[in-house]
């Protein structure tokens, strides 16, 4: 069984040089990822809400990510709160749900006002890149490059460097 890799993020890349990391590095993936037992990474982009007050736009886009986590995934949010882990750790998370048999892994970014406390609750994991506060585009990229990282490590590849 393969293990499907799902960012699911409130906010859309423009064209310009975030996306073009972005791409780069779910290119470099899905180039070295089918080999390793994953079908992929894909990348679904939710608009987001445009509702007035910050608690009613976070329960929209909560809906709307809910919606888009495929079934029987593990939940990895990305939120401030979460645990600052190192690469190697991230990469024995997914490459042991890998090995368990876990149909998907779903990668979920919040917007501006971050993610619902219900979202973070059903993670199994959370995770910070640190104690910054970064903008989505940001972190979108570095999640990426981290789950590139993730697949050079469980291949044992040098690109990694601990």
């Given amino acids: 069984m393969h293990m499907r890799l799902v960012?699911?993020?409130?906010?859309r890349l423009k064209q310009g040089p975030?996306?073009?990391l972005a791409e780069r590095y779910r290119e470099r993936f899905d180039d070295i990822g089918r080999k390793l037992g994953?079908?992929?990474l894909d990348i679904h982009e939710i608009p987001e809400s445009r509702a007035r007050d910050a608690a009613t736009r976070m329960a929209e886009e909560a809906a709307a990510i809910a919606a888009a986590i495929p079934d029987n995934s593990m939940l990895v949010c990305l939120d401030e709160r979460?645990?600052?882990i190192d690469s190697a750790t991230f990469a024995g998370h997914i490459?042991?749900?890998r090995d368990e048999g876990v149909a998907a892994t779903a990668f979920v970014i919040g917007g501006a006002d971050g993610l619902s406390?219900?979202?973070r609750r059903k993670a199994k994991l959370g995770v910070a890149f640190g104690a910054a506060t970064w903008p989505h585009q940001i972190v979108r990229v570095l999640l990426l490059e981290q789950i590139y990282r993730t697949a050079t490590i469980l291949?044992?590849?040098p690109y990694h460097r601990a």
């Fill in 7 to 11: 960012v699911i993020a409130i906010g």
């Fill in 18 to 20: 975030e996306r073009q």
């Fill in 38 to 40: 994953f079908r992929g």
């Fill in 82 to 84: 979460g645990h600052n």
């Fill in 95 to 97: 490459g042991r749900w």
């Fill in 117 to 119: 406390p219900e979202l």
């Fill in 155 to 157: 291949a044992g590849h």
